[in-house]
């Protein structure tokens, strides 16, 4: 699924699984023929060539040439987008692998993929086997050393196993200390593959005169399957589990280009992504109940009080509107026949006698929520010729990576072109960095929920609304002494709409302008 979503945010079209009746399956982790041949399984220009290279120089390697275009779950892509740049600069590679040797190998002379010393011999493991990466160096004193890694994404390990021979069993004994058959536990799934591999850099490594060999098991920490198998390998010396995680910190560390960002987004974030999606989903949902019941059971309660009640995902709060305590309240009421049946004192005990904290932004909302609640949800005040905007709800928090992201004001804007949601910010400072940042980053999770946002919408107005076009997005900041706005053309430029404010006289009321 985290794939899925990595592949539409990128805008590659989805591709199809050939079942074994020849049928194509529309699949969300397969990318099209078209995207596959264009390197969208690639996270760069460099790693979408090496694999080529890797192709066209293949000889008797086995190389998936489907899995490897274009199945977005494949390990195989994973190992070039993890080592493609060190194929052309190995030694760049040599502080990472001094982290993950814990210095026992601290120089890197070659880095390249899908490699064995010799398929097939008789010296080795006589079979098949190959490191999905192979990385050549040195020791401190110069002594030559190098890793075998098996790159895993979301396999499970469980594939059918191979034909177990004698010199497996050999080279298990020698290895494990121990006397070991063709029925052993290590050569069944899911330690059979995992056990060749191994074998096969202890056998490279005594064969071609090596220091030091090491087999990496290099697969994210949300494998189960792998941090199961790995258990039976923990007191071996010679094999070291690496997680997608820490080696993705140690690119962070080392790495001053950009590709370990995209790395990081495409193989860990994505699922994370999916994750906070649906977590927002469900929130928003949630949202949309409370704000029903706020219609059907509290509607007009509190009338002539300067009381709003907000819906949220575990109940309404009941927030103050007075200029003198705005925004003070309580939330996670649940009991609504409570709230409607013992308002006044409630509202005494929420409202009025918390200690003040009339902030510009809280009096500002405050005032602009007061106003639109008494002209049919109307905030006059921001609405521009020809247009309505109508107030839905306010500090809307929604779960993002990392934290969280919260909503001043949540508005529908309709007018002769067509019908928007908004985001409004309200700020007393004029940080426009992070302003823009702020309301570009919640528009833009309002519009990958739109559907749950306009059934939010929609509930408080009672009412049902036509398409929605992408979300717009406002700035309401301290006026300046300027006819127009200097930042106004700057932010005009980037779709944000900047409104200043100015406080009346008489501290309770506000022009925007």
């Given amino acids: 699924m985290g794939q899925a979503w990595w592949r539409q945010r990128h805008g590659h079209a989805m591709g199809a699984f050939q079942a074994p009746d020849g049928n194509r399956i529309p699949l969300g982790s397969m990318v099209d023929g078209q995207a596959a041949e264009n390197g969208a399984n690639f996270i760069s220009e460099q790693a979408f060539a090496a694999a080529q290279a890797s192709v066209a120089d293949k000889g008797d390697a086995l190389i998936d040439e489907g899995r490897l275009w274009g199945n977005l779950l494949s390990s195989q892509p994973l190992a070039f987008n993890c080592f493609a740049a060190f194929a052309q600069q190995?030694?760049?590679?040599?502080?990472?692998?001094?982290?993950?040797?814990?210095?026992?190998?601290?120089?890197?002379?070659?880095?390249?993929?899908?490699?064995?010393?010799?398929?097939?011999?008789?010296?080795?493991?006589?079979?098949?086997?190959a490191y999905d990466v192979y990385v050549e160096g040195s020791t401190a004193d110069g002594r030559p050393t190098f890793l075998g890694i098996e790159v895993k994404y979301h396999e499970d390990l469980h594939g059918k196993p191979a034909r177990i021979t004698s010199r497996h069993c050999e080279l298990a004994s020698e290895l494990l200390g121990r006397g070991v058959t063709a029925d052993d536990p290590c050569f069944r799934p899911p330690q059979e593959q995992l056990t060749r591999d191994r074998l096969l850099v202890h056998a490279h490594a005594r064969a071609d005169g090596f220091a030091r060999g090491w087999f990496v098991l290099l697969a994210p920490e949300s494998n189960e399957a792998c941090k199961a198998a790995i258990a039976a390998w923990q007191d071996d010396p010679g094999f070291i589990a690496l997680t997608l995680?820490?080696?993705?910190?140690?690119?962070?560390?080392?790495?001053?280009?950009?590709?370990?960002?995209a790395l990081r987004e495409r193989y860990l974030d994505a699922p994370r992504q999916i994750d906070a999606h649906l977590q927002r989903e469900h929130h928003l949902s949630e949202v949309t109940t409370w704000a029903a019941r706020i219609r059907d059971e509290l509607s007009g309660i509190g009338a002539g009080c300067p009381v709003y009640f907000r819906p949220s995902s575990n109940g309404v709060a009941m927030i103050s509107l007075d200029p003198q305590r705005p925004q003070l309240g309580e939330g996670g009421l649940r009991d609504l026949r409570r709230i409607a049946q013992a308002f006044p004192a409630l509202f005494e005990h929420y409202c009025m006698r918390g200690p003040a904290r009339p902030t510009p932004e809280k009096c500002l909302q405050s005032w602009l929520i007061a106003g639109a609640l008494a002209r049919g949800r109307r905030l006059l005040p921001l609405e521009e010729k020809g247009e309505e905007l109508l107030f839905i709800t306010d500090e809307l928090p929604l779960p993002a990576m990392p934290g969280g992201v919260v909503c001043d004001l949540l508005a529908v804007q309709r007018s002769t072109a067509g019908c928007s949601l908004m985001v409004i910010e309200l700020k007393s400072q004029r940080a426009m960095t992070r302003l823009v940042e702020q309301v570009t980053g919640y528009a833009a999770l309002v519009d990958e929920h739109?559907?749950?946002?306009?059934?939010?919408?929609?509930?408080?107005?009672g009412e049902k609304l036509p398409d929605l076009d992408h979300t717009l997005r406002t700035i309401v900041w301290p006026a300046t002494t300027h006819a127009t706005d200097p930042r106004a053309a700057e932010l005009a430029a980037l779709g944000i709409r900047c409104i200043g404010y100015t406080t009346a006289d008489d501290g309770r009321s506000f022009q925007l302008t």
């Fill in 90 to 129: 190995p030694a760049s590679l040599g502080p990472i692998v001094a982290a993950v040797t814990d210095g026992g190998m601290v120089a890197v002379s070659r880095v390249c993929f899908e490699y064995s010393p010799g398929r097939g011999e008789a010296r080795y493991t006589g079979d098949w086997s």
């Fill in 245 to 261: 995680e820490d080696f993705t910190d140690l690119l962070d560390q080392h790495v001053a280009a950009e590709w370990p960002r």
């Fill in 450 to 461: 739109l559907p749950a946002f306009a059934g939010l919408a929609e509930t408080v107005l």
